[in-house]
């Protein structure tokens, strides 16, 4: 599986953006996606994850009620909206698939990543 995260850019705090993620391959379906961040200097941090299917979501609790992972396993893209932006969210956003599916917090438990979306949320 092959992973090509787009959509970062720079956005004024309170903003929205809406990052994808296109996969390869006609297995996109049978992986639990996730999103994770890495900002300067940080370590890298789970933001959302979902289930194969679509049906289950998680979220960090930094991000829950203003970010929104959805799939489309018809388009083998996942999503990040990411709404009220705050100039902590400011990092490289990655993508990542998981053929297990489970305890998709944990990077460890993904197979798959992409390169890096940068996003920049000014003040």
């Known amino acids: 599986v092959q992973l090509q995260a787009s959509g970062g850019g720079l956005v004024q705090a309170g903003g929205s953006l809406r990052l994808s993620c296109a996969a390869s391959?006609?297995?996109?379906?049978?992986?639990?996606m996730g999103w994770f961040r890495q900002a300067p200097g940080k370590e890298r941090e789970f933001v959302a994850a979902i289930s194969t299917s679509g049906r289950s979501t998680y979220y960090s609790d930094s991000v829950k009620g203003r970010f929104t992972i959805s799939r489309d396993n018809a388009k083998n893209t996942v999503y990040l909206q990411m709404n009220s932006l705050k100039s902590e969210d400011t990092a490289d956003y990655y993508c990542?698939?998981?053929?297990?599916?489970?305890?998709?917090?944990?990077?460890?438990?993904?197979?798959?990543w992409g390169q890096g979306t940068l996003v920049t949320v000014s003040s």
């Open positions: 990542a698939a998981s053929w297990s599916g489970s305890n998709l917090y944990k990077g460890d438990e993904y197979d798959y």
């Open positions: 391959g006609r297995t996109f379906s049978s992986y639990g």
